[in-house]
């Protein structure tokens, strides 16, 4: 997470040292203004970060000369960006801690961090990375943070009287639960999460068979006594068998077995007997293992009725946080189903962005609710 705000920061400056810098005589003499928000200045953290520069030359700590003939300006620039970065990455941790409410990101101990480049904010709508930002560092208009700004008395929420915060909108709030806000979030996150276990299932090899060969002073032998069997990659969950079905707890998908009702996605194979239950949450980040906790526990009964029947059974819970962070369970999922390289990459990607579009949706929507009276 640390990084949404730092390459935002960093973006800004960059844009504006190249302005400053450009050989065009009139960008160079035209003040470019560039919109940052009250709290943080462009100008300001740009000119501080080359006081700073200027200082660590004049001490010697600079390798690289700063300003030099034709090292150009884009050495100088990310000189400039990374002294930005060093003082973000100081007042970070500080900041954190001393206030409890942003330092909550602190705690997602779960949680991978998400590292946004600034390609990543460049082709993200403004509003969507404003409102993930505000999200993360808990920004957002809640009656909870409006009480805490002074702008209001009540943080009960009118439409459930719950305490309103961030989270209570974004995963608790009765009326988006009963309406299924929660659901389709969590129903789109799935169909990603399933699509991708199911092009997972069909790069599946059976345990793959080849000659032993020996090597001798150099020479390369082929042992002809017949052939046994070596698993030639690392096990995964899928590996020895060929036929696995899956299905998801989604109207267009294929429907789970009949020994079996409940999860959100199923990869079983009947020859073999084998059942892996995938479970999903999409929850607020803070509750992560809170939630694979819970859903360990709710099917282990399950699980040990289906292992009584005579199935391989295992349930595996996996959490993808509403604001988009993915969490090693999903990590693990997807690494023990041997999906691998780009796709695993890839995938994370896809369900994290699939939730974290989701959750402006369900916030703006609770916001109309709300206003409405
Ligand atoms: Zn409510």
Not at 91 to 103: E, H, N, S
Not at 119 to 133: C, G, K, T
Not at 205 to 218: D, N, Y
């Amino acid at each position: 997470m640390k990084s949404i705000l730092e390459e935002y920061k960093c973006g800004k400056a960059r844009l504006l040292t190249m302005l400053e810098e450009s050989d065009d005589p009139v960008v160079k003499t035209v003040q470019p203004s560039l919109k940052t928000g009250r709290k943080w200045k462009v100008t300001e953290a740009v000119d501080e970060a080359k006081e700073c520069l200027k200082i660590k030359e004049v001490i010697g700590q600079t390798q690289r000369g700063l300003g030099s003939t034709t090292a150009k300006w884009w050495s100088k620039t990310e000189m400039i960006i990374d002294e930005i970065r060093n003082k973000e990455d100081s007042t970070r941790v500080q900041k954190a801690d001393q206030q409890p409410q942003q330092g909550q990101w602190t705690n997602w101990d779960t949680a991978i961090q998400r590292s946004l480049t600034w390609n990543d904010i460049w082709h993200m709508a403004p509003l969507r990375i404003s409102f993930l930002i505000k999200s993360v560092y808990d920004l957002l208009p809640s009656n909870a943070n409006l009480v805490r700004w002074g702008k209001k008395v009540n943080l009960t929420c009118p439409l459930c009287q719950g305490r309103q915060t961030t989270e209570h909108v974004l995963s608790s709030h009765k009326v988006a639960l009963s309406q299924g806000r929660y659901t389709w979030r969590h129903n789109r996150v799935l169909k990603e999460l399933a699509s991708g276990i199911s092009t997972a299932k069909g790069e599946i090899h059976p345990s793959s068979t080849s000659s032993a060969v020996f090597t001798t002073k150099g020479k390369v032998k082929k042992w002809h006594g017949g052939s046994i069997t070596i698993n030639t990659h690392r096990k995964g969950l899928l590996d020895g068998c060929d036929n696995w079905v899956v299905s998801a707890d989604l109207p267009e998908w294929e429907r789970h077995p009949d020994v079996i009702r409940k999860p959100d996605i199923v990869i079983h194979s009947a020859s073999t007997q084998q059942i892996i239950m995938v479970e999903l949450t999409v929850p607020y980040e803070s509750r992560m293992e809170e939630a694979h906790a819970f859903k360990e526990g709710k099917y282990l009964d399950l699980t040990k009725e289906l292992k009584k029947d005579g199935y391989e059974a295992k349930v595996m819970p996996v959490e993808i946080g509403d604001r988009g962070f993915v969490v090693f369970s999903a990590y693990g999922l997807l690494s023990k189903l041997s999906i691998g390289g780009n796709k695993r990459t890839k995938a994370p990607r896809l369900l994290d962005e699939t939730a974290e579009n989701s959750s402006p949706w369900i916030w703006r929507k609770i916001r109309r609710l709300l206003h409405k009276d």
